[in-house]
């Protein structure tokens, strides 16, 4: 689904900020 695609993109863009900041 697209849906469960974009949540998984939300999460990654979330982990590598936590990583960067």
């Given at each position: ?17 936590d990583?960067?900041?």
């Amino acid at each position: 689904m697209v849906i469960e695609v974009f949540k998984g993109a939300l999460r990654r863009e979330r982990l590598w900020n936590d990583e960067e900041g």
